[in-house]
């Protein structure tokens, strides 16, 4: 089930939705990265291209993280 999250990016509230193990992930690459998830999330915002959206690129970010991560243990 998706749900709706918010945050402050630069001075602006956005939403964004994803699924609750997504917005886990999330937390646990924040707490890795030794970032608040605000932080996190401002990074990922920032760096992503002006196609798509802020759920999309948070989701793949994650996606990114974990086959990276996952590339590394082998």
Do not use: Q
């Not at 707490?31 to 401002?42: K, M, N, Q, T, Y």
């Amino acid at each position: 089930m998706i749900r709706k999250y918010s945050t402050t990016l630069h001075g602006h509230r956005t939403s964004f939705s994803l699924e609750p193990a997504f917005h886990d992930e999330l937390k646990a690459i924040a707490g890795e990265r030794g970032l608040p998830l605000a932080a996190l999330i401002r990074d990922i915002d920032d760096t992503r291209g002006v196609e798509g959206n802020l759920s999309s690129a948070l989701r793949l970010h994650v996606l990114d993280w974990l086959k990276h991560k996952a590339g590394g243990a082998a």
